[in-house]
């Protein structure tokens, strides 16, 4: 009965997300591409991927250098 029980639930948590995703606005995929291609280019000097890091504004790079005897 426990098993019925929990397939239940999980069948009712499916249907719940189900319902959420049906209920969300769509928008068309040219729309939305047109918009990302706009914000990109707006930001694109800003973006470290394009850019680059500086190496003193870098907080990954390593403190301390390799020394090998």
Do not use: W
């Not at 995929?29 to 990302?36: E, M, R, V």
């Not at 990109?40 to 973006?47: F, M, N, T």
Request: charged letters at 25%; glycine letters at 2%.
């Amino acid at each position: 009965m426990c098993s019925s029980s929990n397939s239940i639930i999980q069948t009712q948590k499916l249907v719940d997300q189900l319902r959420i995703e049906a209920s969300m606005e769509r928008f068309k995929i040219s729309l939305t591409a047109a918009d990302l291609v706009q914000y990109c280019q707006e930001h694109r000097r800003s973006d470290p991927l394009i850019t680059g890091i500086s190496a003193s504004s870098n907080p990954f790079k390593d403190k301390k250098s390799c020394v090998l005897l």
